[in-house]
Every structure is written in structure tokens, then in C-alpha cells.
């Protein structure tokens, strides 16, 4: 590869911007200013480092990336193409953990490329290599980072953009006691509720990723990537959240990228010099090098800012992540007052401290069922992350919620009108058994023969807990979305549904003429029968209904 090396007079020819814009300088390599050796000697750390950093080195990634279904893609298949984890890791942790050890794969990495750059420097000297500057592998490097970090925060910005990431909270978690809510669940939930705040997080992010790909304007996209992703990393520390080590992965390459610009910035804002920034960007002198190059880039930006749009957006309208996709039973929607609670045939009266009776219930647009009853329930704290295809795992309208409210997803036979209901909640949801590599509900097993046994009739139980004929009416949930919206992931996920599942389950039928009076009999969790009145009430909200909602119902 060539580069462009032709003779310059004593000072490099300035090309003129435009108005009230600096002139660039694209110098060639023999007019560059020489490094120093201590410049030599971070370079080749850094080097090392970054590209670490920058590349997938998962056998996993590899392996999802050669098995997509690029006819019946999934938004969150591009998603982890942009999303993965890289480093040198010894630890098992990755960057996507909220415990601070998601920082020692940063440490891991920094001490191995220091190593790896003080060899690199010892056989430079032992061979008596001619000196020589690394602007063409420093350009190569600042192309990989920057392209690592525009792909990243794109797919970071595009579920703001289309407000999925921190969805307006469902009826349950609204009729949830402040007091009830953790901080990190508080943050989420403020930004949810202007919706249009969070498009504009999501404009700046898909913006800064956008100037990324473009080297005259590296410069703007990573001062706007360091601002957005700072602010994230502190909000993430302060609400205790859950992504302060991916933000601060970005706000790091974006530094990265500042580095040459600083002393340039300081000197034009600060010191009030004429400043004129000086670059070196190789020349491809070949036809199939200028083709590929524009190729790539091309291509580049249309998978990520194109394609990824779109199946976000198709996400957004028929499949949110963080809320059940498939629609429920219609004449249920709303608030009800449990107006009459027995249980096996006992009438107990409405009393605000009883641990058995129920509260308050709700039916969501979705097909999930809420009551509370004044009984502590363990937390889940995910806040509904991860990429579940099925509804009864997308668990973000349960999360950072106490005060005894539960969350069950149902099955809806609407012709003999019966819920098949599943508790929402689990000791280890789904999602983390695939990060983690943990597998099943439970911790160590003693007697191994007697567990398997145990797991095996309880997958018996659970096959058959909805009887065929009603399988029959209540059809294949993984299809009872949007044809549009269907995907190799989602089919993938429902056909790969464990057997053995630790939920708990009820069933009852409902009888309503028009969704105003609802009676609930059945038989709950614990083998106890149940009859529940149900009337609706219209319930009054100071917080106004948001007009951006994802999902249709």
C-alpha cells in the first residue's frame, strides 16, 4: 500500500476549510514530526491493548455470527454482533457485569500488553531495527477502535431512538408503593415516562456512532460519545445499575480516539492560538483498494444504521424485549378490586395486613396477571435484561419490586375461558443460565439419582398441566405475534424451552359478561381452591398516558 509521500516545501500545504472551520493538514509521512521514545513505548501497549479490546475473541460470537438466519433476522441478532466482550480474561467475568469485578478483564489486559509492549520494544533494540514512527499502524489502529465504538453505541442508541429500553411502566409496577421500588428501577422508570427523552438520548448516541464512521468527523463523534457515556457511567454508579463497565468501555475508546485532539483543543479554546490540526490518513492506489474500502464502509453502514433500524423498529411496534409480546384477553384489561376472596370456601374479609387475601389485581394489555397480597416476595434485580423471546421470561414489569406483588404470565383458553397461570418469577431467570453457564433452578445436589428423578416427573407434571384440548384452543404463542415480526430467534427459543421449569403454577377459570365483573374460580399454587370477585375500577393517574408506547395490543 502506498502512501502519500510526494515532496512539500518547508511548511505543509494548508487546505482551506470552510468558513470559520480550521484548515486540515494531510501531511505526508516525511514531514511528520518524529516520537519519542517513551511515545514508541506506549504506542506499542496501547496497540495491543486496544485491539484486544476491539475484537471478539469468543468462540461464541464467531459461532452466532456463522449461524444467523439472515431471511428471519431478529433485531437482537445484529445487537450481539455489536455487543460482545473482549479482553483477556482469566476470571470468567466480562464487561457486562454490575459488580466491579467486570474491571479486572480491563487490568488483565492492560498488564499482558504491557508485558507485550516492553518485549516488542526489547527486540526492536536487540536487532537494532531501524527506528521508525508508527503513524500508518496508528491511523489502522483509530480505524478499528473507532468502527468498534460507532457499531457499539449505535446498537446501544437505536433502543432508546425506539424507546424499548426503559419501557413506560405496565398498571402493577404504577399501583407499586414508591417505597417498593429500588433505585436502579426509580431511574429506569423516570426516564420511561417521557418517552421523548429518552428518543433524545437515543439521537445523540445513534449520532455520535453515526460521526464515528467517518474520519473528519471522528473528532465531534467521540467528544459526543465521552459526554453521553460518561453521564451514563456515573448515573449507573449512583442508581447502583447495571451498566456502569459497558458505558465505561465506550468512554474509554472515545478517549482513546481524543488522545492527538486534546493538545490541538486546548490550544485553540483555552490558549486562543490559531490551531491547524495535522493528520495522516495512507492513500490506496490501487482501483481494488478504493473498492474495498468504500465497500466495506458501505456496507458497514447499511447493516448497522439501515438494517438494524429497521428490526428495531419492527421490535418496537410488534415485539418489545423488556414486555411480553403477545396480546391479552381483551374484556380483562384493566384495575380491579378484589371485592371477595375465598379459599377453600372460607370467606376471608378484606384486611390490609392479611398475608393470604388479595389486594388489588390487574390485567395488562399483554398477558400478564398481577395481585398483591401483604406478604414479602424475594426480589429478581436483572431489571429485565437479556434477550428472552418468551413472555413469561421477560420479567422487567417484576423487577426492582417488593411489597408483595406477583406477576403470573397466563395461557388464555378463551373458548372454555380458563388462565393457565405461571409465576413470572424465578430464582434464576433464564437469561443469566445462558450468560453464566449455570444451568436448572437450584444449587448443589446431594443426591444426584434422586434429583434427576424429581426433575423428571416434575417435567411430566408440567407437560401436562395444560391439557391438550386446551393447547389446542390457545394455539402456539410463539406465532401469536405480528408475521412481520417473526424471526429464527424466536422460534429457536420456544422450541428450546426446558422441561423443567421451578415456577409456580394455578390455573382458574373466569366468567364476565363484559370485563366490568370478574369471578375467578380455581385451584392456586398451593392446591388451595379459590373464588375471587373481581370488579373494575377506573383508576386515575396524575402521570398522563404516554403516546409512544411500544408494542400492539
Not at 207 to 220: M, N, P
Not at 298 to 304: E, V, Y
Not at 350 to 360: G, H, I, K
Not at 519 to 533: A, F
Request: aromatic share 14%.
Amino acid at each position: 500500500m502506498a502512501h502519500n509521500t510526494q515532496t512539500l516545501p518547508d511548511e505543509p500545504v494548508i487546505r482551506e476549510g470552510a468558513s470559520g472551520v480550521p484548515p486540515v493538514v494531510n501531511a505526508p509521512l516525511a514531514q511528520l514530526p518524529a516520537w519519542k521514545e517513551y511515545q514508541l513505548v506506549l504506542f506499542r501497549i496501547a496497540f495491543i491493548f486496544f485491539i484486544a479490546l476491539s475484537v471478539p475473541n469468543s468462540v461464541e460470537w464467531y459461532k452466532q455470527l456463522l449461524q444467523l438466519n439472515w431471511a428471519q433476522l431478529n433485531y437482537r441478532d445484529l445487537y450481539d454482533i455489536a455487543r460482545f466482550g473482549s479482553g483477556i480474561n482469566f476470571l470468567g467475568n466480562t464487561i457486562f457485569g454490575s459488580p466491579l469485578l467486570g474491571y479486572a478483564n480491563w487490568i488483565t489486559t492492560a498488564l499482558i500488553a504491557t508485558a507485550g509492549g516492553l518485549v516488542w520494544t526489547g527486540i526492536v533494540k536487540a536487532r537494532k531495527l531501524p527506528r521508525k514512527e508508527y503513524y500508518s499502524a496508528w491511523y489502522w489502529l483509530r480505524v478499528v477502535v473507532r468502527y468498534r465504538a460507532g457499531i457499539g453505541i449505535i446498537g446501544f442508541g437505536f433502543t432508546k431512538l425506539l424507546p424499548v429500553q426503559m419501557p413506560y411502566p405496565s398498571l402493577g409496577i404504577l399501583n407499586t408503593n414508591f417505597g417498593d421500588l429500588t433505585a436502579q428501577k426509580i431511574y429506569w422508570l423516570s426516564i420511561g415516562i417521557v418517552p421523548w427523552y429518552q428518543v433524545f438520548a437515543g439521537v445523540v448516541e445513534v449520532t455520535a456512532g453515526t460521526l464515528l464512521f467517518f474520519r473528519k468527523t471522528t473528532t465531534l463523534g467521540s467528544i459526543l460519545l465521552l459526554g453521553a457515556l460518561g453521564d451514563i457511567v456515573y448515573v449507573n454508579f449512583a442508581y447502583d445499575g447495571g451498566v456502569h463497565v459497558y458505558s465505561s468501555y465506550f468512554v474509554l475508546l472515545a478517549a482513546l480516539l481524543l488522545v492527538n485532539d486534546v493538545p490541538k483543543i486546548y490550544r485553540l479554546l483555552v490558549q486562543e492560538r490559531f490551531t491547524v490540526p495535522v493528520n495522516y490518513y495512507p492513500v490506496f492506489p490501487e482501483r481494488w483498494q478504493r473498492f474495498t474500502r468504500i465497500g466495506l464502509k458501505s456496507f458497514t453502514i447499511f447493516l448497522f444504521l439501515g438494517v438494524l433500524f429497521y428490526l428495531q423498529l419492527i421490535n418496537f411496534w410488534y415485539d418489545p424485549y423488556k414486555q411480553p409480546a403477545v396480546a391479552g384477553v381483551k374484556e380483562l384489561r384493566g384495575n380491579y378490586q378484589v371485592t371477595e376472596f375465598r379459599l377453600n370456601g372460607q370467606v376471608i374479609p378484606y384486611s390490609p395486613v392479611d398475608t393470604v387475601r388479595w389486594q388489588e389485581a390487574t390485567f395488562e394489555n399483554w398477558s400478564t396477571f398481577t395481585f398483591r397480597v401483604n406478604k414479602p416476595h424475594p426480589l429478581d434485580l436483572s431489571n429485565g435484561g437479556g434477550d428472552p423471546q418468551r413472555d413469561v421470561n421477560r420479567t422487567f414489569e417484576i423487577t426492582g419490586l417488593a411489597g408483595g406483588q406477583r406477576a403470573f404470565h397466563y395461557y388464555a383458553d378463551e373458548v372454555n375461558k380458563v388462565l393457565y397461570l405461571e409465576d413470572k418469577y424465578k430464582p434464576i431467570p433464564d437469561r443469566r443460565n445462558r450468560t453464566a453457564g449455570v444451568g436448572g433452578d437450584g444449587g448443589a445436589v446431594a443426591d444426584e439419582a434422586a434429583e434427576k428423578a424429581s426433575r423428571a416427573q416434575a417435567a411430566q407434571q408440567a407437560k401436562d398441566w395444560i391439557p391438550a384440548e386446551a393447547r389446542k384452543n390457545i394455539g402456539d404463542e410463539s406465532l401469536k405475534i405480528a408475521p412481520i415480526a417473526l424471526s429464527a430467534r424466536r422460534a429457536r427459543d420456544y422450541a428450546n424451552a426446558p422441561a423443567f421449569e421451578n415456577r409456580k403454577r394455578f390455573t382458574v377459570k373466569y366468567t364476565t359478561t363484559d370485563g366490568s365483573h370478574v369471578v375467578l374460580t380455581g385451584v392456586d399454587e398451593n392446591k388451595d381452591s379459590l373464588y375471587v370477585v373481581l370488579d373494575r375500577v377506573d383508576r386515575k393517574y396524575t402521570l398522563a398516558p404516554s403516546k409512544l408506547q411500544a408494542g400492539n395490543y
